[in-house]
């Protein structure tokens, strides 16, 4: 049983309750109806398209066996790793999969490419020969630049392997009559998994997006639907409001971030690390518009309880059985100092499945609690407008617009900044934030480590001098997840950018850039796209050694 924030914080959940429960909210979510969430025809006609979520686990049960034959197929061939290529909806499900379960034995192991850094690519390739892999190409629209790129560049080094059967190599997880269904059936690909059409993509964990993949690696799908199903016969229209378990948690979503605590501080133990990934998505992208939004923290290093300000509210995903001990003593810390604590519960890691609906469920609810629409994006298509827009100039001059930086020092080059020392321009920066404000890193670098612990230590250090809330991003994943807040949602983040050169150049097949390229217009392409909402940027630029350049920012943070 979920166990949400007691004491003063029941008063404004209670009456958050009470508007919802008046509105018959639960009743319209599972009646499909718009207007609960906006008066206005288009949004009407958005939302409308955007509601198979609720059920689509049902039906999901008449493609197991579909789903179980194909792993089946991969196992007897001796593929040993799937690839899948994909962004947003289509990559954190799968990853959280990944990272909690692992693939059982027997099963290929999988791999999520979610960037278009040349150095992780290069890395993921070299494991994933297109001898012995799948390649998974997974995407709703089907016309993704990242997972078109990511195509080109799998299917040249298949081609060169497997020749006519270079399609062999590949599968597809997309909606029907797209782009990437019809590509797929012209070239020959394995298997085209076709999903249901009226989900958006941060929905759809328990669809085909979520599900192809987890029964790739083995999992028990079965098994999953069986949690989800039992989750979502919780949440029913027919269940009390006091026993609904994501009626509560969005109505207490909500209410915090009406009462200040916007910033959604998701704790979890360790086997679930990467349910925060999914999770940050769904909620910043639902919620993160019309100047409204709650900024989901996950991953953040842990503090001491009295280092936290007053605008966080925390849920604590806690996995029986696992090594709680580090977490459950910090919350019962929290809940010393006062802080707003909700605390989910796991028997086991399957339950998974079932927290997919719940906080879907919770999104849906704390968007009418809003007064937002949680099922479009409308912001996240203007750092892609921008990346198009630079990539143009790229084919017609055959170089990126350079911008000269405000300070150099050493390798590192700083943009938006007046300042004349790296400690001054960062000083100054820092300073620009205060109470309810948030830290957004948004790191344009390989994912793996030493740079992942680098970055860590370096946001901690900012927790730590700053005491906002911290995010931490890698470019250009959260440009499918926490970009729609960023631009869309309150002005209350301090967005430091980091970039680096690439050592390695990956052409990408059919292309005149290649991936550095290409991730280098999507960072000035999110920079001018937050400088033209007003967002206060500042854009270090590491140089060649992105270690040594992280080192040198976090010894200048002083």
Known sequence: MQRLPPGRWQDPVNRTLKELLSNSAVERVWNRDPALWKTEPDHQREIAQRLGWLTVAGAMRKQVGEMA???DELSAAGTQNVVLCGMGGSSLCPEVLRLTFGSAPGSPRLWVLDSTDPTLISRVAAHAVPERSLYLISSKSGGTIEVDSLFRFFYGRAEQKLGTKAGSAFAAVTD???GLDKLARERGFRHVFVNPPDIGGRYSALSLFGLAPAAMMGLDVARLLDRAEAMAKACAASAKPDANPGLRLGATLGAMATSGRDKLTLLASPRLSGLGLWIEQLIAESTGKEGKGIVPVAGEPLVEPDRYGSDRFFVYSRLEGDDNEQLDHLVAGLEAAGQAVATLPLADPYDLAGEFFRWEFATAIAGAALGIDPFDQPNVQESKDNTGRLLTVYREKGSLPVEEPDLVDGDLKLYGTGES?????????????????????????DMAEPEGRALEALRLRLLEQTGLATTLGYGPRFLHSTGQLHKGGPNTGLFLQITAGDKVKLPIPGQPYDFATLKAAQALGDRQALRQHGRRVLSVDLGPDPLLGLAHLAEALG
């Open 421 to 445: 020392s790296l400690p001054a321009a960062l000083a100054e920066f820092l300073m620009r934030g205060g109470p309810g404000d948030y830290v957004a890193v948004m790191a344009y670098l």
């Open 176 to 178: 029907p009559g797209t």
């Open 69 to 71: 034959a194909f792993h």
